[in-house]
Structures are given as structure tokens and as C-alpha cells.
């Protein structure tokens, strides 16, 4: 009965090598040396065929109590040292050290301030339309009632290409080719760049513009003026107090500029005590222009007479910059990270 | 448009603020931009009476003044004019001034003597460039009283920004008018009767208009026997006040009335019109003609002269000759008022660069009917400042006479464009007070349009007026609804959303957007070796940095890595998608605009430190970003092929997909990258958004089902010697049509340094599976066994 007795033995010297064993890997030699396949128990029950038959089914008992009573202290020890390594990476985790950031990419302002923009209207049931920044005469002043030596000409500096093909300095073009294009109703914003020869601190030689246009049957100021409204108050805030004041473009009839209630100091001319900088104490600042589309336009593109219908056109960087306070307008065009980084996607 | 209120007062008895009539006005259209006071600076001059004056003891040109300056105590002046004298009316600077140069006045001891003040010239207060003497005033003006008040100058200016429609309102004419109508006041016109010498000779000069589509109106007055001189005090201080240099008491009429009644007129020194005849005709092509300002004009065809006897004495509208011009000598003038065609003198002015006064408002238009008037009252003030007489006789010739515009108008058409129901005495009480006649009918008025305003000729004109006055801002805001088309409801995605689409993938993979200008400079496209062929060049650029489009993305974004660069920036990832342009004869408008997605990258990959790895990017991150565009667009994975001929690429390899050309990818030449001030490689792609865009809306995307039976994988090594590409092997391999070869994946690629050329260690993933049944080890061992051997044979490989 030694093969018992040396059984036995295992357990308390099991019990004395877990004290010592500190490592899963020190566990892990102990548990080989003990249950594996040449292990000791193995080792002692290779001598279980020299005794008798009678003798074996005991043996064989404590055998497996041996085992299972060492497999329970293994498992005890190995639950006791996850957790004291749990507890130690644990202590040394620090939640501050920073993330693996994956890249940030940020989106353009006048992409944001344009896409918002054309979501509102595309909302009011308008679609978007594009066309050629090089642009004909024709669509981008003569079809717009500004015959050549118009001083309506004065108001925007054109960069030529040739006598009669320009960089289009406005969107307005895309009235004139929508209508050709296309029967009236009709309800388009047409977003994109224009171009006029113009260069200090408050323009740029290329800006973006938004033109927009509507034409149907009894289509009225009032319609223009409910289209803006519900414009400006999606973009500004629906406190903002909008202004229609009467103005002067050559493809429009009656026209106006639209002014809202400046959002630097809230309309009251003033932060601070300071004078407001951005609308110079007036309370308002222009946001675009806009009116009732001029006969002459109907004439140019073949359109019935009894068509009505408005158009209004805005400058993507001017509305930027009121909706996100920049002061510099240059800044758009020398895409410095920095600028770009604070608007997001 | 610069407006005195107190000269607008002489027109209409406005009595409010300035700031409520500028608020007023610019709900009429006529935006006031800023309110000036152009004597801000003397508002605290005072008069002053001198009422002793001696000569300073120590000085041989120094006085020694008393002088009442409303205080209790007379003041002690020292004065040094020439002029100074006793019972003087002056302009006095108290201790504590600050004068409109800045200097400020101080207690003073002269040569021993105290001063506590300074008598001032014109020039100290800005108001001529006379520093002859103190200015004397008149002997009526009281002590102590501000020297403005007194003067009666012009004190508040507002600027007003006139619409080019509104040549009316380029006058203090017109924006009385305005004003009156506005606050329902009278309009006032103060009368300047002429008087006529009715017993001296009459003078009428023959006038001969060769052009007369050109010149619709030439009148003219002679005002003989005038002195030359300055004109009075208040002539010239209003001058100055709306921003006109006073010239002399002719030259400053001309201008007054100008400004007054928004009529140019021109006078000529009567004795040096050769032959006193006045003819008006086109210029010969090439004709030289120097203008009052000195400078000599070479004319063309399409400019318009008035001329004397033998040659031209003026371009006319624009600018007078100096050959006919008043000189202090002058003792005979002809005035000249006139309306030419305003395309004729808009073509002119804009061909010289030459923009006055005069050209500003004919460009625009005159009241044609005022013409005579406004010259008779300029002669009436003439001969007034000058002592002239006007003579009798008007010379006079109107080729082409205003007729007025005759308007059909209905006050339903009225209510329908502006939304918003006006009542009919309203209408018709505006168009009147805007100075129309209204003829009514049972269904329709008639409106007959005033000769000062041009731009009053369709009936839609007539509703701007009417809704201007009734006020657009208090029309109910409605909104429309839009009617929509069927058939257009089905159009493919349009270019506007298919960018945006790009755009926030773009920004959603980590790459920041750039906007660059579309025009960039030749020397950018010679740097970058572009061809010159198809280049668009802008006519007027505003400089050589600006003056031709881009036939390419890589100038811009190079542009904004620079920017960046001289920030310190470490690494960029930057992407634009914008035109680029190309001369196209087959466009109507000669340019052929491509749509492109630009990408630039630099310098370090990640933008953090800890725990990203230090490192560049590389080709593979241009590659992998450029294919995860494709994917994202349900593309298949292109042909690459290495481009040799890039201008700015090397290496470039060009991305070809179903034979349509995708674009280039590649690092900018080193060399050519320097000039942007690179330092690292620059990696850069340009592709094709108008391709990319066809292919995506032909692409279709279909659902294979999910395999059930497991893959099997074996990996593959090949050493490749140098010149063989990955995708030679996967491509041979892929030819070998095994139908259970589902995948081939590089996993690894490893240049030994032992290795004396350069010979890559590829390992290939390979994946079989079977769709009906789990494969065994031993097949698919063949099969990648078959692979290594055919790979051996064909290839320069070893396995």
C-alpha cells in the first residue's frame, strides 16, 4: 500500500510548491510535473500493474482523488494569481495616457455652409443645379438685361478670357440655362464658385455664391419673402429678425437686399459698450439679394409672359463668417490646418 | 453720392435727424453707407473780435492782440499774419484746441509776451490752402459763437450708395424729391432767375452735331465780361463739404450745379473756341486730344468731341480740353450743358480709365428736360460771382428730343407680384408724387413717365415703385408651394450630390478639405512641366500669380502644403475637388471644365505621437486610400501601370478601369517639389470625378449568398527578382481559372539583406473552399502545389 501512501504525499507537497509558484508559467511547470502525461502521479501509477488485481480499484480510487484534489489547488492558485495580476495591471492601467487616434478629416466651411444651405431649400422642395464657371457673355450679363455698357457693369469687375467668354461673376448664368433648359414650374439653387477682379481685405479674386430661383404661376414677393424667412431662420436661429430693403439688379424687378439682425451683438449695434464691429452699430447685416425675376429675363430665355417668379443670390463665405464669427475672409483660400480644423465634417 | 442736409433743407423743409432721414432713405433703396461731418475738426474754433493790435516790442512781424473770444476777460494773442488788424471779425483757437493737424493749442509766451490762443488762416482749419493771412470774417458774425454755426457750413454729410437706376438721385434735386415724397413734405426749388443783358449783343454760337444718335441735346449760354476769382466763402466751403476741390468762381458753378440739379455742364474760355462755333462729331480712329488734367489722349472712333472751328475742345461727357480751358485770364465764357448718349460716354470713360463727376451721371442718364434749365441757373449764379453778363441768346440744338415712356399699368398686376393687396389711391397717389401723369381707364391706367427718371419704362417698373413706397418689408412672408415634375424626379444622382457624396467620404477617412482659387500662375505650370497647348489665360489678371486656369489640381494643393509648411506643420493630408480647365474649341464657351478629386500627402503619417509609430507616408498610403475611394463607389480595383512621361510624377502610375482613363498617382518629382518647399516626398493623386462618376451610376451592385463550408488557407512564398510585379503573380495565379481558389492575398513581403539584387520574399495567402462540401488538407495541398510549380516555370521565381 505505498503506491496509497505515496499518493498522499503529493498533496501537501503540492500545497508547500503553490505557496512558492508566483507565475501562471511557475503554475503552469508545477502542474506538468504533477499531471502531465509523465508526470508523478503518472509516474506512480505506472506501477499499478505489479499489484494485485484486488489491490487496484483502491488505488485507483485515490488515485483520482489525489487528482482532483490537485487539479481544485491548481485551480484555486491560478484564479488567486489572475486576480493579483488583474489587480496589478490594474494599478499600472492609466485611463489618461492618450487614444491611438485614427486621422481626423475636416470638411471646408463653405462645403458645410453650402450643403446646409442646399438642404434647406432642397427641404423646400427646390433642386440643385450647376453650370461652367467659364462662362459666355451672353448668360452672365446680356440675357441677364446688362446690355454691354450697362453701368450695372460697375458693380462687378470681370476677369476676361476673351472679348465675349469670362470667368461667370456671378451664378446668376445658371438662371439664364436652367430656364432654357426647362419649362416653367420650376425651383432651383444652383451653389458654386464665381470669379471677379477684385483683391484686398474683404474680397477675394474667387468666392462661392448661392443663386436661387423660382418660376411658376402666381408666384409673388410674398413667396419670396416666406422662401427667405424660412431660409434664414434655418441657418440663424429662429430669433433672427430678416429686413427686406429695396434695391437695384439689373435681372430683377422689384429687388431687394435682404438684411438680418446682426448675430454678433444681437441687433443692438453694440458688445460691450464697444461698437459692433461687424454691422458698425446699425444692428443689421446684408446677407444677400434677391427679387421678382425682371421681364427682360423671361424675354431672353423664350418664356411666356404671364410667368412669375423670383431669384435671390447669397455669398457662401459672407454667411460663414457671420455663422462662425471670421473676421478675415482671405483665410478661406489658404487652407492653414489650423483654419480648417475648427469647422469638422 | 454725398448729401448736405442743410443744402437738401434749401430743397424741402426737412426737419428730423440725419439719422432718421438715412435710415428712411435706405429703406427707399438708397443705402446710406456712413454719415460724415466734414468740419468736425473746427467744430471748437470760435470768433473772435480783434479788438486791439499792436506790434511786438521784440519782433519786426509778431502783434500783440486783444481779443474778444465771448469771454469774460479779452484774450492776449500773439499773431504773426501780415494781415491781422484791429476791429477784425477772426477765427480763434482757444488753449486746449486740437486743430485738424493735431497740433494743440497751449498757453504760450512769444518773444516775452503771454499768448493764450491762435487767430487761425484758412489752411490751419483745413478749409483752403490760403496761408496768405489770418481769415477775416464778416463783420456780422458775433463773438464767442462756434465759427461753423456762424459760417453756416455744411455739418452732417450723409454718403449715400445710389443703384446705378437711380440717375436721378445723383443730385440734391433728386434726393429732395425722394425726401419729400418720403416725409410728405413740399418740394422747394429756390429760384435763381436769370437776367439777360436784354441791351447788350446776342451771342449765339452755331452748333453743328454730326453724331446726333450720340448727342441728343447741346445748349449753350455765353456769359461775357466775368473776373476771374475766387468763389465766395460759402460756395467753397459746400464744395469741399460733399468732397470737390474749389477751382474758381466759373469752374466752381459748373460743379455747384452739378451737384444741385445732377446736370454736367463744361465751360469754355469763349476767345480760344476758334471760329466760336461748336460742332459735336466722332473722333478719327488715332486722333490725339489733351484733356484738362494734361494728359494727351489718343481717341478712337467710338469717342465722341465736341469741337470749335478746326479741332476738338472736349471729349465730350468726360472731360474738357485744356486747349479751350478757363485760365485766370479769361474774360468770356461759353457754358456749355448738354446729354449725350450714356453708352457712348461709358465706352469712353472705361477706355481711358477716365471717371469723373460729369461721366458718372451721363453714364447713367439726365433729365434731358432740366438741361436748359439747370444751364440757365448756372449762368444766372455765374454772372452773380463773377460780374459777368449773360448775353443774349440761346444756342441750342436737341437732335433727338425726350419723349416719355407711355404705361399701360393695372393695380391688379400690382397686387399679384407682390402678394399683398394695395389700395388703388395709393398707387396712383405714389406714381404721381414720383412725378408721373396718370391717365385712368376702366381696366387700366395710363402712366406717362417722368423725364428724370429713365429707368421708369414697363409697368414693372412701376410696381417696384409702388411697392418701394408702400414698403417690401411689410409684405406677409408665404411660402410657395413648389410644383413638381415627374420626369425629373428620376434623374441620376446630380454632379452637386455626388461631390458632396466624395467630400464626406473624404473628411470621414481623416483627409482635410482644401478650396483653392482656380487660376494659378504660368510659371506654377512651367514649374510643374505642363504643357502649354490648352492652356486658358485670363485677359486682365490681377497679377502674374493669377493669370491663367488650371489645367491641373497639383499647383493649388502644392500651394496649401506650402501654407502649411511655413506653419510648421509636420505632415498634411489634403484633398480638393474642384474644375480644372482646358481650351476647347468644341465648348460653347471654349473651355472644357473637368471635375477632379485631388489628394496630397506629407510628412508624418499620423498626427499624433504616442502610441502612432513615428513614421512617413508612402506610396501605400496614397494606393490604399485611392482604392478605398474606388470601393467606396462599388468600383473594381483598377489596372496600374508606371507612367514614365508624367511631367511631375515619378514614379506615376496611371490607374486605367473598364479602358476609361481614372487618373495618376505618384510622388512629385523632388526637384519640382522643392519649390513649394517640401522637404519630404510629396504623394499626390488626380482623379477624373467625371469618369469616376459614369462608372459609379453604371455600376450595379449584387448580393452573393454566404458560403457555408470553410475556406482552407495556405500561404506561398515567391522570391522574385527585381522587375517583377506583385500583380505579375496574382495575376498568373488568377489565370490558372482554379474554381476553388476563392482568394490571393500578399500577407508579406520581405527583401533579405544578404541577397545581393534586390529579390523579394512575396508570400500570397491563398484561400480555396468548396461551395457543397468541406475540401481536405490533401487536395488543396495539390492545388497549391500545382500553383508553386506553374509559378516556377513561367515566372523568374523561386518557391
Redesign the interface.
Known amino acids: 500500500m505505498d503506491l496509497i501512501a505515496a499518493l498522499d504525499s503529493l498533496v501537501p507537497e503540492l500545497e508547500k510548491g503553490l505557496e512558492q509558484a508566483h507565475t501562471l508559467d511557475a503554475l503552469e511547470g508545477l502542474r506538468v510535473d504533477m499531471l502531465g502525461r509523465k508526470g508523478r502521479i503518472a509516474r506512480i501509477m505506472a506501477a499499478l500493474p505489479t499489484l494485485e488485481p484486488s489491490e487496484r480499484p483502491q488505488v485507483g480510487q485515490k488515485a483520482n482523488s489525489v487528482k482532483e484534489r490537485c487539479n481544485a489547488l491548481f485551480d484555486a492558485r491560478k484564479a488567486e494569481l489572475e486576480r493579483e495580476q488583474e489587480e496589478i495591471a490594474l494599478r499600472l492601467f492609466d485611463p489618461t495616457?492618450?487614444g491611438?487616434?485614427?486621422?481626423?478629416?475636416?470638411?471646408?466651411p463653405?462645403?458645410l455652409v453650402t450643403?446646409e444651405i442646399?438642404r434647406i431649400f432642397q427641404g423646400?422642395?427646390?433642386?440643385?443645379?450647376?453650370g461652367?464657371?467659364?462662362?459666355?457673355d451672353h448668360y452672365n450679363f446680356e440675357a441677364l438685361n446688362i446690355p454691354?455698357?450697362?453701368?450695372?457693369r460697375?458693380?462687378q469687375d470681370t476677369?476676361?478670357?476673351?472679348e465675349s467668354?469670362l470667368?461667370r461673376t456671378h451664378t446668376s448664368p445658371v438662371q439664364v440655362r436652367t430656364m432654357l433648359a426647362?419649362k416653367p414650374?420650376?425651383?432651383v439653387v444652383a451653389?458654386g464658385?464665381v470669379?471677379r477682379?477684385d483683391?484686398d481685405l474683404t474680397h477675394t479674386?474667387?468666392f462661392h455664391q448661392i443663386e436661387g430661383l423660382?418660376v411658376?404661376y402666381?408666384?409673388?414677393?410674398?413667396?419670396l419673402?416666406?422662401?427667405?424667412?424660412?431660409f434664414v431662420r434655418a441657418v440663424f436661429g429662429l430669433g433672427t429678425k430678416v429686413?427686406?430693403?429695396?434695391?437695384?439688379f439689373p435681372f430683377t424687378?422689384?429687388?431687394?437686399?435682404v438684411d438680418i439682425s446682426c448675430c454678433i451683438c444681437g441687433g443692438q449695434g453694440h458688445v460691450d459698450g464697444q461698437p459692433c464691429r461687424v454691422c458698425k452699430t446699425t444692428g443689421w447685416v446684408e446677407i444677400l439679394g434677391c427679387g421678382?425675376v425682371?421681364?427682360a429675363v423671361y424675354a431672353a430665355v423664350g418664356y411666356p409672359e404671364d410667368v412669375?417668379g423670383f431669384a435671390f443670390g447669397m455669398g457662401v463665405e459672407r454667411v460663414a463668417m457671420l455663422k462662425y464669427g471670421i473676421g478675415d475672409l482671405r483665410m478661406?483660400?489658404?487652407?492653414?490646418?489650423?483654419f480648417?480644423?475648427q469647422f469638422?465634417? | 453720392m454725398l448729401l448736405s442736409l442743410s443744402w437738401l433743407r434749401e430743397f424741402t423743409p426737412y426737419e428730423g435727424t440725419v439719422e432718421e432721414l438715412g435710415d428712411r432713405l435706405?429703406?427707399?433703396?438708397l443705402?446710406l453707407e456712413d454719415i460724415v461731418h466734414p468740419f468736425e475738426a473746427i467744430r471748437s474754433i470760435v470768433v473772435g473780435h480783434v479788438v486791439a493790435c499792436q506790434a511786438h516790442p521784440q519782433s519786426d512781424h509778431l502783434h500783440l492782440c486783444k481779443v474778444d473770444a465771448g469771454q469774460e476777460a479779452l484774450l492776449d494773442i500773439v499773431c504773426g499774419a501780415p494781415n491781422v488788424a484791429e476791429g477784425q471779425k477772426v477765427a480763434v483757437a482757444l488753449v486746449g484746441t486740437v486743430m485738424p493737424d493735431g497740433m494743440v493749442i497751449k498757453k504760450a509766451k512769444l518773444r516775452g509776451a503771454p499768448s493764450l490762443g491762435m487767430i487761425c488762416s484758412e489752411r490751419e482749419l483745413g478749409l483752403s490752402e490760403d496761408h496768405s493771412g489770418i481769415m477775416v470774417l464778416p463783420d456780422t458774425f458775433v463773438p464767442g459763437k462756434p465759427l461753423v454755426q456762424q459760417l453756416a457750413l455744411d455739418l452732417d454729410v450723409l454718403d449715400i450708395s445710389v443703384?446705378?437706376?437711380?440717375a436721378d438721385c445723383l443730385s440734391v434735386l433728386g434726393l429732395a424729391r425722394e425726401t419729400a415724397l418720403a416725409f410728405h413734405l413740399p418740394l422747394t426749388i429756390p429760384e435763381r432767375p436769370l437776367l439777360v443783358d436784354e441791351h447788350g449783343p446776342e451771342s449765339v454760337l452755331p452748333i453743328d452735331i454730326q453724331a446726333p444718335e450720340c448727342c441728343w441735346l447741346y445748349a449753350g449760354r455765353v456769359v461775357s465780361g466775368v473776373k476771374i476769382g475766387p468763389s465766395p466763402m460759402h460756395i467753397r466751403h459746400r464744395l469741399r463739404a460733399v468732397g470737390v476741390r474749389p477751382i474758381s468762381n466759373i469752374v466752381d458753378v459748373t460743379n455747384y450745379i452739378l451737384f444741385e440739379a445732377g446736370q454736367p455742364l463744361h465751360s469754355f474760355d469763349l476767345d480760344k473756341l476758334e471760329g466760336r462755333r461748336i460742332g459735336v462729331r466722332l473722333a478719327r480712329s488715332g486722333e490725339t486730344f489733351t484733356t484738362l488734367d494734361g494728359q494727351q489722349r489718343i481717341l478712337s472712333q467710338d469717342d465722341l468731341c465736341i469741337c470749335d472751328g478746326s479741332r476738338p475742345v472736349a471729349l465730350a461727357g468726360v472731360m474738357g480740353g485744356l486747349n479751350t480751358e478757363i485760365s485766370e485770364a479769361s474774360v468770356n465764357v461759353f457754358l456749355e450743358s448738354a446729354v449725350f448718349k450714356?453708352?457712348t460716354i461709358?465706352?469712353t470713360s472705361r477706355r481711358l480709365g477716365l471717371s469723373s463727376e460729369a461721366s458718372y451721371r451721363f453714364?447713367?442718364g439726365i433729365d434731358q428736360n432740366r438741361s436748359v434749365w439747370a444751364l440757365d441757373r448756372a449762368c444766372a449764379m455765374m454772372a452773380a460771382l463773377s460780374g459777368g453778363k449773360v448775353l443774349r441768346g440761346l444756342s441750342f440744338c436737341e437732335p433727338k428730343p425726350f419723349v416719355p415712356c407711355r404705361i399701360a399699368f393695372q393695380s391688379s398686376h400690382v397686387d399679384?407680384?407682390?402678394?399683398?393687396t394695395i389700395a388703388q389711391d395709393f398707387a396712383q397717389e405714389t406714381l404721381q408724387g414720383l412725378g408721373c401723369s396718370v391717365q385712368k381707364d376702366e381696366t387700366s391706367w395710363l402712366v406717362t413717365q417722368p423725364s428724370w427718371r429713365p429707368d421708369l419704362t414697363?409697368e414693372?417698373?412701376l410696381?417696384?415703385e409702388v411697392?418701394?413706397l408702400h414698403g417690401?418689408?411689410t409684405?406677409?412672408?408665404?411660402?410657395?408651394a413648389?410644383?413638381?415634375?415627374l420626369d425629373?424626379a428620376s434623374e441620376p444622382e446630380?454632379?452637386?450630390?455626388f461631390w458632396?457624396r466624395i467630400?464626406?467620404w473624404?473628411?470621414?477617412?481623416?483627409?482635410?478639405?482644401?478650396?483653392?482659387?482656380?487660376?494659378v500662375g504660368h510659371k506654377d505650370l512651367e514649374r510643374l512641366g505642363l504643357p502649354q497647348e490648352g492652356r486658358?489665360?485670363?485677359?486682365?489678371?490681377?497679377s502674374s500669380e493669377?493669370d491663367v486656369?488650371r489645367t491641373a489640381l497639383a499647383p493649388g494643393l502644392l500651394q496649401?502644403l506650402r501654407?502649411?509648411l511655413a506653419?510648421g506643420?509636420q505632415g498634411?493630408?489634403?484633398f480638393e475637388l474642384?474644375?480644372i480647365?482646358e481650351a476647347d474649341a468644341s465648348s460653347?464657351?471654349?473651355?472644357r471644365?473637368t471635375g477632379m478629386f485631388g489628394l496630397l500627402l506629407y510628412g508624418n503619417r499620423?498626427?499624433?505621437?504616442?502610441?502612432?509609430l513615428a513614421v512617413d507616408v508612402d506610396y501605400a498610403d496614397l494606393k490604399g486610400i485611392v482604392e478605398h475611394l474606388l470601393h467606396f463607389l462599388h468600383l473594381q480595383a483598377p489596372t496600374c501601370t508606371l507612367d514614365k512621361e508624367h511631367p511631375f510624377l515619378q514614379p506615376c502610375v496611371r490607374l486605367v478601369l473598364e479602358n476609361q482613363e481614372l487618373g495618376v498617382m505618384g510622388r512629385v518629382k523632388p526637384d519640382m517639389a522643392d519649390a513649394w518647399l517640401a522637404r519630404k516626398d510629396v504623394w499626390l493623386a488626380e482623379l477624373n470625378l467625371e469618369v469616376l462618376r459614369t462608372l459609379h451610376d453604371a455600376a450595379t451592385v449584387g448580393f452573393s449568398p454566404l458560403p457555408v463550408y470553410p475556406p482552407v488557407r495556405r500561404d506561398i512564398t515567391v522570391m522574385a527578382g527585381s522587375g517583377l510585379r506583385v500583380a505579375d503573380i496574382e495575376t498568373h495565379i488568377r489565370a490558372l481559372d482554379m474554381p476553388l481558389l476563392e482568394h490571393v492575398t500578399l500577407v508579406d513581403c520581405f527583401t533579405p539583406e544578404t541577397e545581393t539584387e534586390a529579390v523579394r520574399n512575396l508570400t500570397f495567402r491563398l484561400t480555396f473552399r468548396h461551395g457543397e462540401r468541406t475540401l481536405k488538407d490533401a487536395e488543396v495541398d495539390k492545388l497549391r502545389e500545382k500553383i508553386a510549380n506553374s509559378l516556377v516555370q513561367a515566372l523568374p521565381v523561386k518557391i
Open positions: 495616457a492618450p491611438r487616434a485614427p486621422w481626423r478629416g475636416t470638411l471646408h463653405d462645403t450643403e442646399c423646400l422642395g427646390f433642386t440643385v443645379a450647376s461652367p464657371e467659364v462662362e459666355i454691354p455698357e450697362h453701368p450695372a460697375d458693380m476677369l476676361y478670357i476673351t467668354v470667368m426647362a414650374p420650376l425651383a451653389p464658385k470669379y477682379r483683391s479674386p474667387m423660382m411658376g402666381g408666384i409673388s414677393m410674398a413667396h419673402r416666406g422662401t427667405l424667412t424660412a429686413r427686406f430693403r429695396p434695391s437695384f424687378e422689384p429687388s431687394a437686399e421678382m425682371d421681364p412669375s478661406f483660400f489658404e487652407n492653414d490646418v489650423r480648417l480644423g469638422a465634417g | 435706405t429703406m427707399l433703396g443705402e443703384t446705378p437706376n437711380r450714356p453708352a461709358r465706352r453714364e447713367r399679384a407680384l407682390l402678394g399683398v414697363r414693372a417698373d410696381i417696384e411697392g418701394r417690401l418689408d409684405i406677409a412672408p408665404k411660402l410657395p413648389v410644383a413638381q415634375n425629373r446630380s454632379r452637386f450630390a458632396s467630400k464626406r473624404a473628411a470621414g477617412l481623416g483627409l482635410n478639405e482644401a478650396i483653392n482659387y482656380s487660376f486658358i489665360s485670363i485677359l486682365n489678371p490681377l493669377q486656369l496649401t501654407n502649411n506653419q506643420v498634411l493630408r489634403i474642384a474644375n480647365f460653347e464657351t471654349t473651355a471644365e499620423y498626427d499624433g505621437g504616442w502610441p502612432h
